[in-house]
């Protein structure tokens, strides 16, 4: 039986937004279903008993997101001296994380016109829809928003100045910045959908993701760079520094304002922080919302574009390719396969390519510290800004798991269990060809011609080749999370945020092997020793999670 309390609280929210325009009724009712589905609806034609993963994905997510806020809380405490500079640093950090998280969920949760082609002909205002899809991505974003600020909240009492009820004033304004994280993010959207042909939106989505991914995470980079050089302690001095453009800043300096640290700087930052909250962000929700419905009607009439004509290649060259690298024929199928649906999918793009505005941006910060980027093939040393380009590998692999299983066209994956596959192991041999040839080829030669610009060529070579090794090392790692036959199952909430923190632990556990070359650079024998060894354990672990897929692929077909 549905707790009455959560019936409350969402006739409580339809009646405040009636003042808007949205139907209480319906909102209270349409919001109820739309939480529900996610958590019970199936996931896969293949296995339709199987229930939504959207709860545990949650749990774990939430999980470790409480462990990472313990361990930068206390990190940032340490470093920290005052309540403005600790506030400003760990709601940096949460808002990236919830923003990430949207960018992730974002096509689920706001523009999939799904639901809206099951209630389209239902009596429905646009702004009643919109209120309902927006309250559902808002539902996500306060449990992750609850997850990494309570902590921090709890913490910033042994700050120095902190007073008693800096957890309440915290939380409550972490999870403001958090709305208007999410709230921001959907307004923009919104704004380029009734500005553009869906068509041209479409493909433009994929290069805005990449964009503020790219955003997100170097700014998060530059932020505690730019206050530890400014020496700043206090909101006078942020305030004659371009670092108050961060609206981490602006939410810190409310936070002040809330402990009772009044001055010019401190009320100003909470002033604008609530102006683009209480007002320029609702706005922009409202303006959106008027046509919503007719964006979406848009969204699911509009056919795909005609697909271009198949490139033309050389029969000789196509030939070669095959003999050399895809002798299988099961295995040049479903490279082929994979290539198709790397093209022509563009879920599939948006939820793979804005790990790449991650990749660029760790490499900008190379760039932005290129002055202190040690080269350890000449002396024994280890630079943070070395080991950034190597993680852009890590990153390539992990987008690439993280999407794996899912697509909006999941109900084809019946042609799986049917299809004449006498080794399913070829499925996953021919998708570590293309990772290689297509992602991990083109970030091995921007990695060597980036750090050919400040080291010698050969000792950049050096770094690129280790780099891919280890990439290819983790990729091998993740492949182990591959349990379904490709892109069969349904996206659902909360799974590409749990792949994405998972992705994180493995990146502690492999941490060590980013390290390490490091510890030998100026010997190449060993260096080059280790390189091979680490590239062996790597195709011994290709070899195993080759076993272990095709057998939970036949526990999938069971």
């Known amino acids: 039986m549905e707790p009455s309390f959560f019936k409350a609280i969402t006739r409580w929210i339809g009646r405040r937004l009636s003042r808007f325009g949205v139907d209480a009724e319906q909102y209270h009712f349409l919001l109820q279903a739309s939480l529900k589905l996610d958590f019970r609806s199936a996931g896969s034609v293949l296995k339709p008993e199987q229930q939504s993963q959207t709860a545990s994905a949650l ?13 930068i809380s206390m990190i940032i405490l340490a470093t920290s001296r005052s309540t403005f500079v600790f506030s400003a640093m760990l709601l940096g950090y949460s808002m990236v994380m ?5 960018l992730i969920e974002f096509g689920l949760a706001v523009i999939s016109p799904d639901d809206f082609q099951v209630l389209a002909h239902r009596p429905i205002s646009s702004r009643t829809f919109f209120a309902v899809k927006s309250s559902n991505l808002l539902f996500y974003v306060l449990l992750l928003g609850t997850s990494l600020n309570l902590v921090p909240a709890l913490v910033g009492l042994a700050c120095r100045g902190s007073q008693w009820h800096f ?28 500005t553009l042909r869906y068509e041209r939106l479409k493909d433009l989505l994929v290069y805005a993701q990449i964009a503020f991914s790219f955003v997100f995470f170097f700014g998060f980079q530059v932020f505690p760079r730019v206050l530890t050089k400014m020496n700043v302690i206090t909101a006078r001095d942020i305030m004659h520094s371009w670092a108050v453009a961060f609206p981490s800043v602006w939410f810190a ?4 304002t809330a402990l009772g640290n009044i001055n010019r700087e401190t009320v ?13 962000v609702p706005l922009a929700l409202k303006n959106v919302s008027l046509d919503y419905s007719e ?10 574009k005609a697909a271009k004509g198949a490139s033309r290649r050389s029969p000789r060259a196509s030939g070669w390719f095959n003999r050399f690298l895809l002798r299988d024929s099961e295995e040049r199928a479903f490279f082929h396969f994979f290539l198709r649906m790397f093209r022509r999918n563009r879920l599939l793009k948006l939820q793979i390519l804005p790990n790449f505005g991650v990749a660029i941006a760790m490499m900008a910060v190379v760039l932005l510290q290129g002055d202190k980027l040690d080269n350890p093939f000449e002396k024994s040393s280890f630079s943070m800004a070395a080991i ?11 987008a690439v798991t993280m999407a794996l299983p899912y697509s909006d066209e999941y109900q084809g994956g019946w042609i799986f269990p049917v299809a004449p596959i006498r080794n399913r192991a070829r499925i996953l041999s021919a998708l570590k060809k293309v990772v290689l040839l297509l992602l991990f080829g083109p970030l091995f030669v921007i990695n060597w011609l980036l750090f050919a610009y400040f080291w010698p060529w050969h000792h950049a070579l050096s770094q690129s080749v280790y780099a891919l090794v280890i990439g290819f090392f983790a990729f091998q790692i993740l492949l182990f999370m591959a349990g379904d036959f490709p892109f069969s199952r349904k996206v659902e909430k909360g799974a590409a945020s749990k792949r994405f923190m998972f992705v994180m632990l493995v990146y502690g556990i492999v941490s060590f092997t980013v390290a390490l070359p490091y510890l030998v650079a100026t010997r190449p024998m060993w260096f080059f020793l280790l390189v091979a060894v680490v590239l062996g354990i790597a195709l011994l672990l290709g070899h195993f999670n080759n076993r272990n897929y095709i057998r939970k692929t036949a526990l999938a077909l069971e």
């Open 59 to 71: 749990k774990f997510t939430l999980l470790l997101n409480l462990i990472f806020s313990i361990i």
């Open 98 to 102: 919830v923003a990430m998280s949207v």
């Open 167 to 194: 957890p309440l004033v915290y939380f409550s304004v972490a999870s403001v910045a958090s709305v208007f994280v999410a709230g921001a993010m959907v307004a923009l959207y919104g704004l380029l959908l009734r």
């Open 253 to 256: 300096g409310l936070v002040e």
């Open 268 to 280: 100003g930052l909470a002033a604008f922080a609530l102006i683009v909250c209480v007002v320029i």
């Open 295 to 304: 964006q979406l009607a848009r969204i699911g009439a509009s056919s795909s």
């Open 388 to 398: 950034f380009p190597v993680m852009a590998f890590l990153f390539a692999g992990m």
